[in-house]
């Protein structure tokens, strides 16, 4: 990996929730006389690709970056509608690991927290790793 991406640089990808970011006809689909909200898969696309922005330009080209730990913390549920700020702080960075630390704003503040964890690698690492077909 190229030097950095630095502690401290942020990315901010802004998005419009809607209807196809709920978690409906998934095992962590709301009841249906909830309203609609972001669901955790679509908070997780977004996430990843905010801090994959933050680290894609560090990589060199035989080199991959692939996902090593997703947490996050719904604090309120954010309804269809809403825009959502999604902004990914780099909060470590180490050999073959980068942690980046997201926050997910809307107008009424901080709705939920991620930290998401990528491992760098080589490609011929990476391949080796799949099992036997």
């Known amino acids: 990996m190229r030097p950095g991406p630095a502690r401290g640089t942020t990315a901010t990808v802004e998005v419009d929730v809607d209807d196809t970011m709920t978690d409906a006809g998934h095992a962590t689909a709301l009841a249906a006389d909830l309203p609609p909200v972001l669901g955790s898969l679509a908070m997780a696309s977004v996430v990843a690709q905010v801090c994959r922005d933050l680290l894609l330009p560090h990589l060199e080209p035989e080199e991959l970056a692939v996902p090593g ?5 719904h604090r309120t549920p954010i309804p269809v509608g809403t825009r959502v700020a999604f902004e990914a702080t780099v909060q470590m960075v180490e050999p073959t690991r980068v942690t980046c630390e997201v926050l ?4 009424g503040g901080v709705a939920a927290r991620a930290s998401y964890e990528q491992e760098v690698l080589p490609r011929a690492t990476w391949l080796e790793r799949l099992p036997a077909a």
């Not at 997910?104 to 107008?107: A, D, E, K, N």
Request: no cysteine.
């Open 104 to 107: 997910l704003r809307t107008t």
């Open 69 to 73: 730990r997703l947490d996050l913390i």
